[in-house]
């Protein structure tokens, strides 16, 4: 098999040719047809994460082992199955679930791998989908997703999980109340495809680029608020007659984006940090406790709430958002784009 591979932080990939496993147990050998390029592949590849102050977590501290093939979005087809995994069959194209657990915890065994403490993650922890082939440890990972074409749904696996599950922290709304969404990539995207099914509130949109904001109007009803040209918290608090926003989801999450969601709040209401941009977020306490805020992190979702996810996706035939397929050679540049803001959507690879 031919994969390309972070060998050293921060550098280009390498290609690396190495034999094809073969599968035991419950393993599942997959042909990969389309990986999806997610903006913590950049966090991976760049070796660390912004934490506010100067200060930086690294990935090689959090167990991530070089060198590696990346890749979690991963849509493939199964060539080959290990004589434990019968609920595999040659032939069968699948979305690989790849926040992969010890598969014994009390997390695992209840379809929410994304929560165990001794996480396997694909192309993370393994090695995943910037190659032509893929292992994965259990046919349990694998979900059906016909109908749907592999450039299409491999991104359900990371951003459309983390947006649906971050939405469903949410719920339930009101059609009376208003929604903001803090972030127009490929996260909110996959978060506007999803939340009319979910809810009838208002959606407010904000982002810093009028593409992205285009591109949201066409996914629905939304009312769109360019962050350059407009103070946000205006907007909102001029659109909800002055109270606020009862939910905020933020997929950028640095202290600009925080600071403006937290203080769009109304009472009750819950705010929800997903993105990974860095840096921090100082509030008052009593202002937590007299408005009975929530503040909550989400990250990735449940191995049940991704068969949810495809189940909605292929029941209401839900428009996808753009997708921009390039060779899987180009993922150094793909990697240069996302770093700078530059894909619409979402970026997919193909071996
Ligand atoms: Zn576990
Ligand atoms: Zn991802």
């Not at 972070?6 to 921060?10: I, K, Q, V, Y």
């Not at 004589?83 to 609920?87: L, Q």
């Given at each position: 098999m031919k994969s390309l591979k972070?060998?050293?932080?921060?550098k280009p990939l390498q290609w690396v040719e190495s034999e094809t496993p073969k599968p035991k147990g419950n393993e599942v050998l997959l042909k990969v047809d389309a990986c999806g390029v997610c903006h913590s592949d950049l966090h991976i590849w760049e070796g660390y994460y912004e934490l506010g102050d100067d200060e930086r977590m690294y990935i090689a501290d959090r167990g991530v082992n070089l060198p590696l093939t990346m890749g979690h979005e991963v849509v493939g087809t199964v060539v080959e199955t290990g004589?434990?995994?019968?609920?595999a069959q040659k032939g069968d194209r699948r979305l690989i679930y790849?926040?992969?657990?010890?598969?014994?915890?009390k997390y695992c065994i209840t379809d929410r791998m994304h929560m165990c403490l001794s996480p396997g993650s694909l192309g993370v922890f393994k090695d995943g989908g910037y190659s032509d082939f893929v292992m994965i440890?259990?046919?349990?990972?694998l979900v059906a997703i016909d109908g749907l074409k592999p450039e299409n749904a491999c991104s359900y696996a990371c951003a459309g999980l983390t947006a649906y599950s971050a939405l469903k922290k949410m719920m339930p709304l009101d059609k009376d109340e208003t929604m903001v969404i803090i972030g127009a990539g490929g996260l909110g995207l996959m978060a506007m495809q999803v939340v009319k099914e979910l809810t009838a509130a208002a959606v407010i949109v904000i982002d810093v680029d009028d593409n992205k904001l285009n591109v949201a109007t066409q996914l629905g009803d939304f009312m769109t608020i360019n962050s350059r040209k407009e103070n946000p918290l205006e907007v909102v608090m001029n659109a909800t007659n002055g109270k606020g926003a009862s939910a905020i989801v933020d997929f950028v999450n640095n202290e600009a984006t925080a600071t403006a969601a937290f203080n769009m709040l109304q009472k009750n209401g819950t705010m929800v940090m997903v993105g990974l941009f860095g840096g921090k977020l100082t509030f008052s306490n009593p202002v937590v406790a007299l408005k009975n805020l929530t503040i909550r992190g989400s990250y990735t979702g449940g191995l049940a709430e991704l068969r949810e996810l495809i189940e909605i996706v292929q029941n209401k035939k839900l428009k996808s958002i753009p997708v921009q397929t390039y060779s899987l050679d180009a993922a150094d540049d793909i990697l240069a784009k996302v770093k700078k803001g530059e894909i619409t959507g979402r970026a997919v690879v193909t071996p």
């Open positions: 972070l060998a050293e932080f921060g004589p434990d995994a019968k609920g790849p926040w992969i657990g010890c598969n014994d915890c440890p259990h046919e349990q990972y």
